[in-house]
């Protein structure tokens, strides 16, 4: 499964992006989607996940100001990033877990991630 992410840039303290990302290949059924980011220096991390039946998690430095959804088209989806602040510069990563089933006997899970996409917020 491929991800193909769009969106980010450089915005000013307080303002907004979105990040876009869409998943293909064959076969297949997302679990669950998410972004990830990664600050120099600073290991990975998760920003926001939803679950297939809907469910959503975030990071803690992230709620209120950030929010995951489905897309209009099928296995899209985007982060809508309000009052950023130079602390959410990173890059940014889609991520899907999946799971693939060419065939009904036969499925497995999978993890596949977007190139990333920098996120610059200026002070």
């Known amino acids: 499964v491929q991800l193909v992410e769009s969106g980010g840039g450089l915005v000013q303290s307080g303002g907004s992006l979105r990040l876009s990302c869409a998943a293909s290949?064959?076969?297949?059924?997302?679990?669950?989607m998410a972004w990830y980011r990664q600050a120099p220096g600073k290991e990975r991390e998760l920003v926001a996940e939803?679950?297939?039946?809907?469910?959503?998690n975030y990071a803690d430095s992230v709620k209120g100001r950030f929010s995951i959804s489905r897309g209009g088209a099928k296995n899209t989806w985007s982060l809508q990033m309000n009052n950023l602040k130079p602390e959410d510069t990173a890059v940014y990563y889609c991520?899907?877990?999946?799971?693939?089933?060419?065939?009904?006997?036969?499925?497995?899970?999978?993890?596949?991630w977007g190139q990333g996409t920098q996120v610059t917020v200026s002070s």
């Open positions: 290949g064959r076969a297949f059924s997302i679990n669950v």
């Open positions: 991520n899907a877990r999946v799971t693939i089933a060419p065939v009904i006997e036969r499925s497995w899970q999978s993890e596949s």
């Open positions: 939803m679950h297939s039946g809907g469910s959503t």
